[in-house]
């Protein structure tokens, strides 16, 4: 069964989520900051660079072939949304999102490296000048790290669900809990609230441009 809440009026969908929602077995309602009739996005328990964000459909589907047309298309148009938020808070205005770049990633299945049996995109904004890849180097570490244990989002959550390790992921050796440094619930839910408000600006904009 779905997760979603009721659908919402577009405004609404930047207001905290009123009913609980799950990615995976793990409750993340508040560090939820976008929904839409099929899809919520999520700020992450360890981002891997600054503005690396989640978005899952609301059904907790395991692998991107059971999503139906609609589920799809919603899931995708919203990864371009938060592209485009992520953008106006992170890349020099007015340059949008031709003033840095993205790394869009899913992990299909748990060969591929998902550790939470939930589909999910990763959305990472490289800045310019600070985190983006460089020019002369033939490879980018992100990818190694979001292999590697760095990357392993379900680990992560079950460590701060449980108190205690949880499944593996990637295909480096576990870091031990001493040099995990997850993110606060209050860092967290500061965060969403922020993009919240960036999105806000983004739908009031669009409106004015009606």
């Given at each position: 069964?779905?997760?979603?809440?009721?659908?919402?009026?577009?405004?609404?969908?930047?207001?905290?989520?009123?009913?609980?929602?799950?990615?995976?077995?793990?409750?993340?309602?508040?560090?939820?900051?976008?929904?839409?009739?099929?899809?919520?996005?999520?700020?992450?328990?360890?981002?891997?660079?600054?503005?690396?964000?989640?978005?899952?459909?609301?059904?907790p589907h395991?692998?991107?072939?059971?999503?139906?047309?609609?589920?799809?298309?919603?899931?995708?148009?919203?990864?371009?949304?938060?592209?485009?938020?992520?953008?106006?808070?992170?890349?020099?205005?007015?340059?949008?999102?031709?003033?840095?770049?993205?790394?869009?990633?899913?992990?299909?299945?748990?060969e591929a490296?998902?550790?939470?049996?939930?589909?999910?995109?990763?959305?990472?904004?490289?800045?310019?000048?600070?985190?983006?890849?460089?020019?002369?180097?033939?490879?980018?570490?992100?990818?190694?790290?979001?292999?590697?244990?760095?990357?392993?989002?379900?680990?992560?959550?079950?460590?701060?669900?449980?108190?205690?390790?949880?499944?593996?992921?990637?295909?480096?050796?576990?870091?031990?809990?001493?040099?995990?440094?997850?993110?606060?619930?209050?860092?967290?839910?500061?965060?969403?609230?922020?993009?919240?408000?960036?999105?806000?600006?983004?739908?009031?904009?669009?409106?004015?441009?009606?």
């Amino acid at each position: 069964m779905s997760n979603a809440p009721s659908p919402s009026p577009s405004p609404a969908s930047q207001r905290p989520p009123s009913s609980p929602i799950f990615f995976g077995p793990f409750e993340v309602t508040s560090q939820v900051f976008l929904t839409t009739p099929h899809t919520f996005a999520l700020v992450n328990l360890k981002p891997l660079l600054p503005g690396h964000v989640l978005v899952c459909p609301f059904h907790p589907h395991q692998r991107l072939t059971s999503l139906s047309p609609l589920e799809l298309t919603d899931l995708f148009s919203t990864v371009q949304r938060v592209q485009r938020m992520l953008a106006r808070h992170y890349f020099p205005f007015p340059g949008g999102l031709d003033a840095g770049a993205f790394n869009i990633a899913l992990q299909d299945g748990p060969e591929a490296g998902q550790t939470v049996p939930h589909v999910h995109v990763h959305v990472i904004p490289r800045i310019r000048g600070a985190t983006a890849k460089g020019a002369d180097t033939p490879s980018d570490e992100l990818y190694e790290r979001m292999a590697g244990e760095e990357g392993n989002v379900g680990g992560w959550l079950w460590d701060a669900a449980r108190g205690r390790p949880g499944p593996a992921g990637g295909e480096f050796p576990r870091i031990e809990d001493a040099e995990r440094r997850a993110r606060s619930m209050g860092e967290m839910e500061e965060e969403a609230a922020v993009f919240r408000g960036v999105l806000r600006g983004l739908e009031a904009e669009e409106g004015e441009g009606r």
